[in-house]
T-cell receptor, first 115, second 112 residues
Framework: ETGVTQSPTHLIKTRGQQVTLRCSSQ?????VSWYQQALGQGPQFIFQ???????GRGNFPPRFSGLQFPNYSSELNVNALELNDSALYLC??????????????FGSGTQLSVL | SQELEQSPQSLIVQEGKNLTINCTSS?????LYWYKQKYGEGLIFLMM?????EEKSHEKITAKLDEKKQQSSLHITASQPSHAGIYLC????????????FGKGTLLTVNP
């Protein structure tokens, strides 16, 4: 049990729709990262938030956006869903300084299916 | 090609046997992380290695970092069915820019 909770656990959407995924960080952690894991692949970095600001982004289009709130919880928003957005979305929290990578604690993920 | 290559892709062993999983980077490693994942679930942290030559053990799992070879290995001694799952290596590598780069994972099956 990492103390990182994600909701919902499963979600089914249709192409073109928008989705919001939520993550509650482990107590005391101020950094949140989001990863996308397609079937049979390793997790791919989407972006990272430190103290409510995005401070790192992977190779994902602008329709992937996020927020971090004052209590360090976070949201991942995906607009104009495409079929290949179907994946397990993982949230990870850490107690970093926004720079060097710290040990990441992962949630159980949200399984998104786009039909 | 992948920045972080894991081998083998899958492994089936008999309970009680030893096994090794390898993780090789195409870039300089600053830190190497091993995680375990049950299918469709989150990642469970196993070990973090940050110095060349570093070796860490927890219960029957040992991980080593060979900085010169840009490689890490995960060794399980006397495997048990509870060791079954997907093992992922994640690296803080040259040019990481705040992200962990992961390998594709190694699927381990342990037969009783």
């Amino acid at each position: 049990e990492t103390g990182v909770t994600q909701s919902p656990t499963h979600l089914i959407k249709t192409r073109g729709q928008q989705v919001t995924l939520r993550c509650s960080s482990q107590s005391g952690h101020n950094t949140v990262s989001w990863y996308q894991q397609a079937l049979g692949q390793g997790p791919q970095f989407i972006f990272q938030y430190y103290r409510e600001e995005e401070n790192g982004r992977g190779n994902f289009p602008p329709r992937f956006s996020g927020l971090q709130f004052p209590n360090y919880s976070s949201e991942l928003n995906v607009n104009a869903l495409e079929l290949n957005d179907s994946a397990l979305y993982l949230c990870a929290s850490s107690s970093g300084t926004g720079g060097a990578i710290e040990k990441l604690f992962f949630g159980s993920g949200t399984q998104l299916s786009v039909l | 090609s992948q920045e972080l290559e894991q081998s083998p892709q899958s492994l089936i062993v008999q309970e009680g046997k030893n096994l090794t999983i390898n993780c090789t980077s195409s870039k300089t490693l600053y830190g190497l992380y091993w995680y375990k994942q049950k299918y469709g679930e989150g990642l469970i942290f196993l070990m973090m290695l940050q110095k060349g030559g570093e070796e860490k053990s927890h219960e029957k799992i040992t991980a080593k970092l060979d900085e010169k070879k840009q490689q890490s290995s995960l060794h399980i001694t006397a495997s048990q069915p509870s060791h079954a799952g997907i093992y992922l290596c994640g690296a803080d590598m040259q040019g990481s820019n705040y992200k962990l780069t992961f390998g594709k994972g190694t699927l381990l099956t342990v037969n009783p």
